[in-house]
């Protein structure tokens, strides 16, 4: 989707054109829905707080600017949402044994063992971390772009996307998901074949 | 040793390509991987860590999704609205009570500039609460004595009317003639007498009336 696009579907929603913002909705609901479960990890709570993102992006739609990509200014605002939403749970500890039910439940709906320990390891993971991870493995964005979601630098971007891969990474090859790694049996010389029998 | 050091250093370059998308998995194939078992478990980590990603099944919103977005924006935007028009009337308050403010302030920091500039008047004495109640009593008074003559004068009207040419009182004589002594302490008899006559003296229809004689 071009940014002019972007813009000019922008320019209908201030207009306040609802078949407008039915279309902006749709275009983004995947992104915004998707970061939503990876960061709260819990569906509900994403459901919600989706819905208030674009509650949210909607308000501020006028103050966007036309000059940059629509899609990390939503993501960024997506990632404000979930920050806010759990820094909210912190504060409802009682939330949180459901959060973990919630949790744990969902890598059992992944057959594959290999996907549910990846999701295991990424929701265990530090927030900031988390959010380079998903937004760069799972949405796809750039170093530029996610620098521009979440108002960091580049350096810190990568920095911090490295030592996500490396968590991961550290873990499967503990928990023995990588397969043997036997080296390729070399083909030797029929003539320094030893001689039997 | 060098020479598979610097291999190394160039396998995690490119794992890290591969990780970043800019090489395809299939690059992490190389000689190098034969003879280093370190960088073959990290390809084949890496390799695992991708499919295992690539595995992950699409997160969709639940359905019907943006229906329930919209009808919660356009609230949203109704409350909005409502919240700027509250903003806009406190302000335009704020903005009145300031300007009002101003101009009281204004009109008050005149006077003591008035003051000071005519050539003729003292210096002002600082304010006291003494002379303030001073002030304060003398505009009542002022108040007061207008109500109170709107009230008497239909009274003072009254005795215009019956103030009526007639006899001059009488004087009562008493016999014997009592010389009246010097002293200011008159009896009880004669000051009885009196104020018969001012009685008879003020309300003129009882001169008509016919002298008792004492």
Redesign the interface.
Same mark, same amino acid.
């Given at each position: 989707m071009t940014a002019d696009s972007d813009a000019e579907l922008v320019s209908r929603c201030l207009l306040g054109e609802s078949a407008a913002m039915r279309v902006l909705v749709e275009r983004f609901q995947n992104d915004v829905f998707g970061v939503c479960v990876r960061l709260l990890r819990h569906s509900q709570d994403a459901e919600d707080v989706a819905q208030e993102v674009f509650v949210r992006v909607f308000r501020s739609l006028n103050r966007w600017d036309a000059t940059r990509q629509l899609r990390p200014w939503i993501l960024g605002i997506t990632i404000n949402r979930c920050r806010t939403a759990m820094a909210k749970r912190v504060r409802r500890p009682e939330l949180v044994d459901h959060l973990n039910e919630t949790a744990s439940q969902k890598p059992e709906d992944d057959t594959h063992e290999l996907t549910a320990e990846i999701r295991t390891a990424v929701d265990e993971m530090r927030a900031d971390y988390r959010e380079v991870f998903v937004l760069f493995h799972e949405h796809g964005q750039s170093y530029e772009e996610i620098s521009a979601t979440i108002d960091r630098p580049v350096g810190t971007i990568k920095t911090w996307l490295h030592r996500a891969r490396t968590e991961i990474l550290t873990r499967l090859k503990r928990r023995g998901l990588v397969p043997p790694t036997e080296p390729t049996p070399k083909k030797v010389p029929e003539h320094t074949l030893p001689v039997t029998g | 040793m060098n020479e598979t050091l610097t291999s190394c250093e160039q396998f995690e370059d490119a794992i890290?390509r591969v990780?970043d998308g800019d090489l395809p998995p299939a690059a992490l194939a190389v000689p190098h991987?034969?003879?280093c078992?370190t960088c073959?478990?990290?390809?084949?980590?890496?390799v695992?860590?991708l499919?295992?990603?690539q595995?992950?099944? +699409?997160?969709?919103? +639940?359905p019907g999704?943006?229906t329930?977005?919209?009808p919660?924006?356009?609230a949203?935007?109704r409350r909005?609205d409502v919240r700027r028009s509250v903003r806009i009337a406190m302000a335009s308050l704020a903005a009145a009570v300031v300007v009002a403010f101003l101009a009281i302030h204004n009109r008050t920091a005149d006077r003591p500039a008035m003051v000071v500039k005519s050539p003729s008047l003292p210096n002002a004495a600082p304010p006291s609460v003494g002379r303030s109640f001073a002030d304060a009593g003398s505009a009542v008074v002022s108040l007061t004595r207008r109500a109170t003559q709107e009230s008497l004068s239909p009274a003072r009207n009254l005795f215009a009317s019956l103030d009526t040419p007639r006899p001059l009182p009488i004087p009562i004589s008493a016999s014997p003639v009592v010389v009246p002594s010097a002293s200011p302490v008159q009896p009880i008899t004669n000051t009885a007498k009196r104020a018969l006559n001012l009685f008879i003296r003020d309300v003129g229809g009882f001169a008509s009336l016919p002298q008792q004689k004492s």
């Amino acid at each position: 989707m071009t940014a002019d696009s972007d813009a000019e579907l922008v320019s209908r929603c201030l207009l306040g054109e609802s078949a407008a913002m039915r279309v902006l909705v749709e275009r983004f609901q995947n992104d915004v829905f998707g970061v939503c479960v990876r960061l709260l990890r819990h569906s509900q709570d994403a459901e919600d707080v989706a819905q208030e993102v674009f509650v949210r992006v909607f308000r501020s739609l006028n103050r966007w600017d036309a000059t940059r990509q629509l899609r990390p200014w939503i993501l960024g605002i997506t990632i404000n949402r979930c920050r806010t939403a759990m820094a909210k749970r912190v504060r409802r500890p009682e939330l949180v044994d459901h959060l973990n039910e919630t949790a744990s439940q969902k890598p059992e709906d992944d057959t594959h063992e290999l996907t549910a320990e990846i999701r295991t390891a990424v929701d265990e993971m530090r927030a900031d971390y988390r959010e380079v991870f998903v937004l760069f493995h799972e949405h796809g964005q750039s170093y530029e772009e996610i620098s521009a979601t979440i108002d960091r630098p580049v350096g810190t971007i990568k920095t911090w996307l490295h030592r996500a891969r490396t968590e991961i990474l550290t873990r499967l090859k503990r928990r023995g998901l990588v397969p043997p790694t036997e080296p390729t049996p070399k083909k030797v010389p029929e003539h320094t074949l030893p001689v039997t029998g | 040793m060098n020479e598979t050091l610097t291999s190394c250093e160039q396998f995690e370059d490119a794992i890290h390509r591969v990780l970043d998308g800019d090489l395809p998995p299939a690059a992490l194939a190389v000689p190098h991987v034969e003879v280093c078992p370190t960088c073959r478990e990290s390809a084949a980590t890496v390799v695992a860590m991708l499919a295992g990603l690539q595995a992950l099944p +699409p997160i969709e919103p +639940p359905p019907g999704f943006a229906t329930r977005v919209l009808p919660a924006v356009v609230a949203e935007r109704r409350r909005s609205d409502v919240r700027r028009s509250v903003r806009i009337a406190m302000a335009s308050l704020a903005a009145a009570v300031v300007v009002a403010f101003l101009a009281i302030h204004n009109r008050t920091a005149d006077r003591p500039a008035m003051v000071v500039k005519s050539p003729s008047l003292p210096n002002a004495a600082p304010p006291s609460v003494g002379r303030s109640f001073a002030d304060a009593g003398s505009a009542v008074v002022s108040l007061t004595r207008r109500a109170t003559q709107e009230s008497l004068s239909p009274a003072r009207n009254l005795f215009a009317s019956l103030d009526t040419p007639r006899p001059l009182p009488i004087p009562i004589s008493a016999s014997p003639v009592v010389v009246p002594s010097a002293s200011p302490v008159q009896p009880i008899t004669n000051t009885a007498k009196r104020a018969l006559n001012l009685f008879i003296r003020d309300v003129g229809g009882f001169a008509s009336l016919p002298q008792q004689k004492s």
